[in-house]
């Protein structure tokens, strides 16, 4: 007799869903390296705020040491994006923690020197800015070599877990520190926290997929993730919604520290103590990801979180008591991190792996140029109109990103529809060609009958939205006028080489894409020529050199 199987609880699901990432070890591992750091982190965003507010007490002095930390991620993330796409990830990491562990170790001794001015409190802050975003697509981008692809949004939440358990200690312990120590030592402490996550790293030996063509050069790559972008209507939703999003949602962090002081009256504990708040409901945020991810798709969880920003910022713009301020800090930390947390986890599933540093790093330089602008911005404007009319616009702008919802959905591209194709390798050429040479011009001809005619020139435009997006360039379809069921598609590849990397990017969404074409028209596939642009003065290729005696037909002739 067969009992049958109670189905697992909510709680069990959620459980399963949340600590699946945690049974592999090397996820494990750089997730409490990752908890130390962001502990670091945080106490040291705690000194170098208050200390801003002891040596330039203004509120745009003090929002410009968010700026210097966000602003990093603005101009570096493309860089950085390409070459964790094209270089070694692990080195990358351990470069960018040796930085940050240097940069806060001569932040903490100028401070205890007695030497620190705001000009070069805000350097600083910017160089370990710096680190951290020539980090962060390294690591991000290498999650997917952690734990499969199914993990991705269980291992993004955990680590926003992570970072938000952090926050919701580490600004209580910062502070602390800095009431009783000073911000030198909570620069201290930051120092130290890195040498975990560098230890991690150093540790770490990923498996490498050798690679069977060279990388690509620094400029080429960053032209390529751009143009990736360009032509990718889902992921241009995505981050122009994440910009509406973040650029309101920086009033908060920014202005804290002058509701801590001006609003409430308080000292560095009470900076800390909302700190400790917006951690708090960031973690309660991340917590709940599952639950709500399940029950509400992206677009309609994203929407939410719009209207739930305006309410926290309002509150925390018009409150008069403190208990109300910290909930609304509350509010506006589970906000903030499933906002961003969702972004990502769009990201990354709507792209693939070719390209995954650079489109972590395009959205990392929409969100923290957001959060860098809003940073200033709104700081600029409590100075000039007022810290309550300040955070209470700040509220009404959330808004804007519910409203543009309607226009700009997001979507997520369905689990596995990016996997690389893995097809058959490229025929080789006939005649020798120079990785260099080109252009390579293709020509595909296809024969359609007259009633697939409409459908075939939506699909062969969507075909070459891909090829354009994947490097192809100048790329036209025609139709003959003499034969209307005739038609040619052609493109370009700059060099060979370019040629070979257009075709190692397809996905099985791609695929999918030619399978419908096959169904337009008549045979199996469409008539591929590969030709190479010679232009005046080249040698042939393939050409047979002749002796010169036999190229004059009047020899032996008077």
Known sequence: MTVARESPSAFERWRSATLAPFSHRAFALFWWASLVSSFGSLIQTVGASWLMTTIAPSPDMIALVQTAGALPFFFLSLVAGAFADTRDRRAIMIFSQVLMLVASAVLAGITLAGGISPALLLWLTFLIGCGTAIFAPAWQSSIGELVPRSQIPSAVMANAVGFNLARSIGPAIGGLIVAAA???????????????????????????????????ALGTAISAGIRYVRLSPHLLAILARCLLFSI?????????????????????????????????????????????????????????????????MLANGQSTFAALTLLAHVLAGSTWTLGLANFNIAVQLSSPRWVMGRMLATYQTIAFAGMALGSWGWGVLAERIGLRESLTLAAFSALVSLVAARWLPVSVATLGSLDPHGGPEVAPPKVEIHPASGPIVVTITYRVPAQNAEPFIDVINELGRIRSRDGARRWSVCQDIDDPQ???????????????????????????????LRQLIIGERGTVRRTIERPSGSEPLGAVHQRPEALDDTSGHS
């Open 182 to 216: 000073g911000a030198a030592v909570a620069f201290v402490v930051n120092a130290f926290s890195y040498v975990g996550m560098l230890a991690t790293v150093l540790w770490w030996r990923p498996q490498r997929i050798r690679a069977t063509l060279p990388p690509e």
């Open 248 to 312: 309101p949602m920086a009033a908060t962090p920014a202005l804290m520290p002058v509701v801590a002081r001006d609003l409430l009256g308080g000292d560095a504990r009470t900076y800390g103590l909302l700190l400790g708040g917006f951690g708090i409901g960031a973690m309660l945020g991340a917590l709940s990801s599952a639950a709500l991810r399940s029950r509400f798709t992206s677009d309609a969880l994203l929407r939410i979180l719009s209207a739930l920003a305006f309410v926290a």
């Open 486 to 516: 005739y038609w040619v598609e052609r493109f370009e590849s700059p060099t060979w080489l370019d040629y070979l990397r257009r075709q190692q990017r397809m996905t099985l969404a791609d695929v999918q894409v030619r399978d419908r």
